[in-house]
């Protein structure tokens, strides 16, 4: 079993009745590929503090820390790398702005049934069920390189 250096990460997902807000990423890591808005947890920030952080920065959307929910704890390892990237997903439906296109994202609002599964990581339409339906979950996925999944564990909880 590799030794693993874990890395904190957050990711905030953004929906109403009928849609959820995803972003283009265009550059970094996930390039190319649509998902929520997020990134690295700095020192001496909260999780909560770095999602609302991460969300202005990539689509101009404000929210106060204390207005994110916890829905998730996702946990990605790669063969190819000994980071474990913990990440902590969070929703809210509190926010101020409208979604603008900034150098790192472009926003945009899909139907719930029309999200682009296969322009997004392959994880996402496994779990993305279970935070539609508003439950909370836990999940590992040990990937080769990004598009493969070779092991993973999912589970809904009742709270964190
Ligand atoms: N949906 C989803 N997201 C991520 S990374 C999200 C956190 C992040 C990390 C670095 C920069 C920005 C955002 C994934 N990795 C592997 N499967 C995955 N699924």
Redesign the pocket.
């Known amino acids: 079993m590799k030794n693993y250096i874990r890395k904190l ?1 957050t ?1 905030v997902l953004i929906r109403d009745k009928t849609r959820v807000l995803l972003g283009y990423k265009k550059r ?3 390039q190319g590929r649509w ?2 808005f ?2 690295k947890v700095e020192a001496g920030e909260t999780a909560q503090e770095a999602a609302a952080r991460e969300l202005g920065e990539e689509c101009r959307l404000m929210t106060a820390p204390e207005n994110l929910t916890k829905v998730g704890e996702l946990e ?1 390892t790669f063969e190819e790398s000994d980071t474990l ?1 913990d ?1 902590k997903i969070f929703t809210t439906n509190t926010y101020t702005g409208i979604p603008t296109e900034t150098d790192e994202m472009r926003p945009e609002w899909f139907p719930l049934e029309k999200i682009p599964y296969s322009h997004m ?1 392959p ?2 339409e496994l779990w993305y069920p279970i935070f539609l339906r508003g439950n909370k979950f836990k999940g590992a ?1 040990h ?1 080769k390189g990004h598009d493969i999944i070779l092991s993973q564990s999912l589970s809904e909880v009742e709270a964190f």
């Open positions: 990460f990711l970094g890591f996930g998902n929520g997020g990134g990605f990237m990440v990581w994880d996402d996925f990937f």
